[in-house]
């Protein structure tokens, strides 16, 4: 009976032995970098505007958060083959064709976003994936948004929401001004007012919520048209950490203006000025 329980015991702890054993493997196959994936660059080609300077290419793991890889091509390096060996799972890859334009005091550099593209892709185990990136124009739309019936008044902030479709993997919403256009009983008249970061919110699928707030006196007039100028940059905290410092970067933009948004009277209902500019 005593060899027995020995023997049971033995038996136990060499089956617990395969299992973690087993367990390890699993987990190394997850956390190997054992999948890879290709993509080149090839200059000059109709796919990439004749003023790009650049390109940016950034690749995010949809489940990890940490894990980001990016690179920035210069045009005088040529056709560029960017290889990664990358865990398995799934990823967002965003391709940007940038504009050189100026550097700071300090000598950091400002682009400015031309085309771009926005790629998911799924790795498996061991699976090589090449990739062919078609570059599409980034359009930033705006609109008034409030709710259906909801009667406008001089108190009431008014509410501006911003989509950036998939590109919202990479950019954040840096500043803007909603300008005021009336009549001052002589002329046209436009004013201005800030949007700020704090009161702009990065809802899903791609919009951004900004709120601008009347002052104590109302708005410039009774009635205004309204249009707006918005800047936004690429975010530090949605790519590598490193890669503005190490490629010596100060801002990555991309901007609207002028975008018309519609006639606001105090008053009247606003159910029908809900109006997407594309």
């Known amino acids: 009976m005593k060899f027995f329980k020995i023997f049971s015991f033995m038996f136990f702890i060499f089956f ?3 299992f973690f054993q087993s367990c390890i493997g699993n987990a190394n196959l ?6 890879s994936i290709s993509i080149s ?8 505007p004749d003023e790009t300077t650049d390109i940016s290419i950034f690749i995010s793991n949809d489940n990890i958060n940490s894990y ?8 005088t390096e040529g056709n560029h083959t960017c290889d990664w060996q990358l865990y398995p799972g799934d990823y967002t890859i965003t391709v940007l064709a940038l504009k050189f334009v100026s550097n700071t005091s300090s000598g950091l550099k400002n682009f400015i976003i031309l085309t771009g593209d926005v790629r998911k892709v799924s790795l498996n185990p061991y699976e090589n994936k090449s990739l062919s990136i078609v570059l599409n124009n980034i359009e930033i739309s705006s609109n008034l948004y409030f709710n259906d019936g909801e009667v406008f008044n001089l108190n009431l902030p008014i509410k501006i929401r911003f989509y950036a479709g998939n590109f919202c993997s990479i950019l954040k919403f840096s500043s803007g001004k909603l300008y005021f256009t009336y009549n001052n009983g002589f002329t ?6 800030n949007i700020y970061v704090s009161n702009t919110e990065e809802l899903s699928n791609g919009y951004f919520l900004s709120t601008v707030y009347p002052d104590s ?4 007039s009774n009635s205004f048209d309204l249009s707006v100028y918005a800047k936004f940059t690429v975010s530090s905290d949605k790519i590598p ?9 100060n801002e990555i933009k991309i901007e609207i203006s002028n975008y018309q948004l519609g006639y ?7 159910s029908s000025l809900v109006i997407v500019i594309q």
């Open 16 to 18: 617990a032995s395969l």
């Open 30 to 35: 997850l956390l190997e970098e054992n999948a």
């Open 41 to 48: 660059v090839k200059w000059p080609t109709k796919l990439i």
């Open 68 to 75: 980001k890889k990016g690179i920035l091509i210069n045009r």
């Open 188 to 193: 046209n008249v436009t004013e201005y007012k």
């Open 217 to 220: 006196s109302g708005y410039p």
């Open 241 to 249: 950490k490193d890669f503005m410092s190490y490629y010596q970067i």
């Open 264 to 270: 606001l009277e105090d008053g009247s209902s606003i």
